[in-house]
């Protein structure tokens, strides 16, 4: 685990270093949960964006996108209610002075039964080779048992205190942390406070206050946006059902813990569809969903092991079936993206609160009805780091020297290919400059002269670029330049008319929708 830790702060810092994430206002000092994205950052979460944009709204004929604004009408999250329950229950340690959210403690608490399972069933699995039986294992195993009765007991209790009517049992969850004896990570005690329920929403106002200015909100997520813009887009797109609305947009949390880099910012940005359907159709399009959406994550290649679904044990107000795809990252498998079967829930409460009519009449089945919807909900900052941590790479090479490279599936890559010349001499930088000209139309390219071939290679390798061209004496000659591939270093000598074509289809995002049909 502290090897794990130990990754985390290096990816970290590389992201620094290389340009990808910066702290906020740094020469500041930062803003806590808040963070920019450096010159390749931003490459890399556009190309992300790209990824799942031509996904929904290319590859689906019944989807189209809108851009809603941050700010909405105030009443929209009275009518989402999110004024009255977008709340987190928080408890603070007395002694470290340090705030959680008691949920997530009561969740680590179970993960660390799990973990115990798993290190039982993978020992035994070591032991008895070929012929171990997991299912017997664990029907018979008196450790394993009795961390499951545990785990078991926990998760009743939990589900419990989360789902009581009339809202969250915050003293039962207080009493979960005592009887577990969680203990605060800094301090190491269990004096905590109680536990209260806090809203996370930013507020503003708008106008000025003599002409009497109202509280708005900065949203908390992009959906209410597509909500309330349901009829526009339906009446105008003359769009039928089953038919989705995607977005890409910022969204706001005012986060109680807010610790592991991009994973839980104030500010992040979300990509969300809304899949409206006929109601009684729900959980058949929640199961295809997921499917897709499983389909559009594993695509890049990183592996089926590392994800998994994670159905919630509290559903949200507005939900009648819910899962995360979680992947695993240096810290566990954690949440990457949300899908949500929201019934008609949102559409419905906007419906009372403006005082319209939401509705679709169905012309074949010749009747009105609110529309159910599906909610698929990723978070972009979430998916980079998902990325990053699984790309970075402090490789042993043959030769016992070191590189850190990045892995990085060559459609997302911020510069996809980088040019040198071997020296600045000869009209070798011409030559070199002259393939970027050509070549800069199809994909980002990048040129680099400073320093030896090897280092200029080590810098490429940091940043993730997929292939580096050197200009030398013999290209002058024959037009052939060395083709050095970043993952297997190989170099081939190939043509320059040929570059393009043996590039640009693997490095580009069609590639990868391609893989998706
Ligand atoms: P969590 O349980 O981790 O707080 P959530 O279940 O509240 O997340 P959703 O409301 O379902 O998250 O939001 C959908 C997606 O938005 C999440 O899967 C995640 O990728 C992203 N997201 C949510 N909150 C944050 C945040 N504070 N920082 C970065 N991404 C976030």
């Not at 030896?452 to 013999?474: F, S």
Request: glycine residues 6%; aromatic residues 12%; negative net charge.
């Amino acid at each position: 685990m502290a090897q794990q830790e130990d990754v985390f702060k290096k990816i970290v810092s590389h992201c620094k270093e290389y340009g990808f994430v910066f702290p906020s206002s740094d020469i500041y000092d930062g803003l806590a949960a808040v963070y920019d994205y450096g010159q390749n950052g931003v490459e890399l979460k556009n190309n992300i964006k790209q990824y799942w944009w031509q996904s929904m709204v290319l590859l689906h004929e019944n989807i189209v996108g809108i851009d809603a604004a941050i700010f909405m009408h105030p009443t929209t999250w009275k009518a989402s209610g999110h004024v009255d329950a977008f709340n987190d229950p928080l408890i603070d340690n007395r002694d470290s002075k340090k705030r959680y959210r008691a949920d997530v403690l009561i969740e680590d608490q179970m993960a660390k039964y799990e973990d115990k399972i798993q290190k039982e069933i993978e020992k035994a699995r070591k032991r008895f080779g070929d012929k171990f039986d997991e299912a017997q294992f664990r029907s018979t195993n008196e450790r394993v048992l009795e961390n499951q009765q545990k785990y078991d007991n926990l998760h009743h209790r939990y589900q419990e205190a989360m789902n009581a009517e009339g809202g969250i049992d915050l003293d039962a969850l207080k009493q979960i942390i005592l009887d577990e004896e969680i203990v605060c990570p800094i301090s190491g005690t269990r004096n905590w406070t109680d536990v209260r329920q806090f809203n996370l929403m930013f507020k503003t106002e708008m106008g000025s206050t003599a002409d009497g200015a109202s509280t708005i909100y900065l949203r908390p997520e992009t959906a209410q946006g597509i909500f309330v813009n349901y009829l526009n887009v339906q009446k105008t797109g003359r769009m039928k059902i089953p038919f989705g609305i995607a977005q890409i947009g910022k969204a706001f949390r005012n986060e109680i813990v807010a610790r592991q880099f991009i994973f839980r910012m104030r500010e992040f940005e979300q990509m969300e569809m809304q899949f409206f359907i006929q109601p009684g159709t729900e959980l058949d399009w929640f199961a295809k969903w997921k499917e897709t959406r499983m389909k559009w994550h594993q695509n890049l290649g990183f592996g089926a092991e590392n994800y998994r679904f994670h159905d919630h044990d509290k559903l949200a107000h507005y939900a009648n079936a819910a899962t995360d795809i979680e992947f695993h990252m240096p810290f566990g498998f954690k949440e990457v993206e949300g899908i949500h079967s929201r019934t008609d829930f949102d559409l419905s409460q906007h419906a009372k609160f403006s005082g319209k009519k939401i509705e679709y009449f169905d012309p074949e089945r010749n009747e009105s009805y609110t529309p159910y919807v599906i909610e698929t909900s990723i978070g972009v900052d979430r998916m980079f780091l998902s990325i990053m941590c699984h790309s970075y790479e402090e490789q042993v090479l043959p030769d016992g020297q070191t590189r850190t490279v990045l892995h990085l599936p060559a459609a997302l890559a911020p510069v996809k290919l980088a040019v040198f010349p071997l020296t600045k001499k000869d009209g070798m930088p011409e030559k070199a400059q002259e393939i970027i000209n050509d070549l800069r139309f199809h994909f980002n390219c990048k040129y680099e002269e400073k320093d030896q071939i090897g280092k200029r290679y080590r810098r490429m390798d940091a940043i993730g670029c997929p292939y580096c061209v050197t200009v030398d004496p013999q290209t002058l000659e024959d037009n052939t330049v060395t083709l050095r591939d970043r993952d297997t270093m190989e170099q081939r000598r190939v043509n320059i008319a040929d570059l393009r074509g043996i590039i640009e289809d693997k490095v580009s995002i069609t590639s990868l929708l391609k893989k998706l049909l």
